[in-house]
């Protein structure tokens, strides 16, 4: 399967510690976005990359949340001092450059703070 | 900034019953609207999407949804579910920046 993969699947972590995301997404795709989905509500978009340039980060929920795409490849998201309500499910997408293009999700990272 | 709702949030058919599911959103400029399905312990998957000319949009597996732009809806319809549509709904807006918003999902349940 060539899809957008994510680890780890799943992250316990203590509050005030930091964690860090990886996401690998479909080869050929340019676009990588960041979501954040808790337990009733849809997906909350957090930030995209097109290539290795962030183009949008404004909605990162506070400024303990950073991503990054070095490469322009592979992305991580990073929470430092994690805190109870960063719990949630981390979703990952890619798509193709284009205003119309879908995206493809991976599984998902579940992060539990203890 | 924008938003999209789902009024219908956990909804019970028998199989062969005829579907339709709600999304309006508050945008009133350029979008595409997009349908994804969350199949149990699967990932978000595209069911149908729309960008410009027809409104009526025809996806997988026998959905379709309509775009109407005078009431800023685009309303997911089956005319007979099976078991196996047993799954969450959500509906999804583009809009300008690029910006994705998902609504709160539609959780369907069809008894066999």
């Known amino acids: 399967d060539t899809g957008v993969s994510q680890n780890p699947r799943h992250k316990i972590t203590k509050r005030g510690q930091n964690v860090t995301f990886r996401c690998d997404p479909i080869s050929e795709h340019n676009r990588l976005y960041w979501y954040r989905q808790t337990l009733g509500q849809g997906p909350e978009f957090l930030t995209y990359f097109q290539n290795e340039a962030q183009l949008e980060k404004s909605r990162l929920l506070s400024d303990r949340f950073s991503a990054e795409r070095p490469k322009g490849s592979f992305s991580t998201l990073e929470i430092q001092r994690t805190e109870q309500g960063d719990s949630a499910m981390y979703l990952c997408?890619?798509?193709?450059?284009?205003?119309?293009?879908?995206?493809?999700f991976g599984d998902g990272t579940r992060l539990s703070i203890l | 900034a924008q938003s999209v709702s789902q009024h219908n949030h956990h909804v019970i058919l028998s199989e062969a019953a005829s579907l339709e599911l709600g999304c309006n959103y508050s945008?009133?400029?350029?979008?595409?609207l997009f349908w994804y399905v969350q199949y149990p312990g699967q990932h978000l998957q595209l069911l149908l999407k729309?960008?410009?000319?027809?409104?009526l949009v025809k996806g997988i597996k026998g959905f379709e949804a309509e775009f109407i732009k005078s009431k800023f809806s685009f309303n997911l319809r089956k005319p007979s579910v099976q078991w196996s549509d047993t799954a969450e709904y959500f509906c999804a807006v583009n809009g300008p920046g690029n910006q994705f918003y998902f609504g709160t999902g539609t959780s369907l349940t069809v008894i066999p």
């Open positions: 945008y009133g400029g350029t979008v595409n």
């Open positions: 997408a890619s798509s193709s450059t284009g205003f119309s293009q879908p995206q493809h």
């Open positions: 729309y960008f410009s000319g027809d409104p």
